[in-house]
């Protein structure tokens, strides 16, 4: 797939908007996909016994979702060079009514030399921010 045309990107333009839903479900199936079989992710009197607000999703599931959408706007995973993030605040899935992951991925930085656009990651659960300084960079030449 042709990458997005790096000339005509400008700081700031939001890129790609996407939503996740979770349920109790996807934990487990994320579990079983990445063998972390941690009772937090799927045991409320677990995450309970070790002062938790509920069972809580996988740190490397809320993350991996959160570069999705970068990932397809790029048109090839292989097009990032860097992907960083800082954990702020833990996704809790509800057993009823689970949880929803927003994202929204914006330019905030263009290397025109390199031709490396770095994407800015707003990832969110309600109005809580779960991953602070989510940089994700884009090699577009």
Do not use: C
């Not at 016994?49 to 090839?76: F, R």
């Amino acid at each position: 797939m042709p990458a997005p045309d790096f000339a005509s990107l400008t700081v700031g333009d939001v890129v790609a908007e996407r939503s996740f839903p979770l349920t109790r479900d996807s934990l487990v199936r994320y579990a079983g996909a990445s063998g972390d079989f941690n009772p937090i992710h799927y045991r409320d009197d677990v995450a309970a016994e070790v002062g938790l607000p509920g069972v809580l999703a996988h740190g490397m599931l809320t993350m991996g979702l959160a570069v999705q959408p970068v990932v397809d706007w790029a048109g090839d995973p292989g097009r990032i060079a860097d992907y960083q993030v800082r954990f702020t605040r833990p996704v809790v899935v509800d057993p009823q009514s689970g949880a929803t992951v927003t994202v929204a991925a914006k330019v905030g930085q263009l290397d025109e030399a390199a031709t490396v656009a770095r994407i800015d990651l707003t990832v969110k659960l309600g109005d809580d921010t779960v991953l602070g300084k989510a940089q994700v960079r884009v090699h577009l030449g």
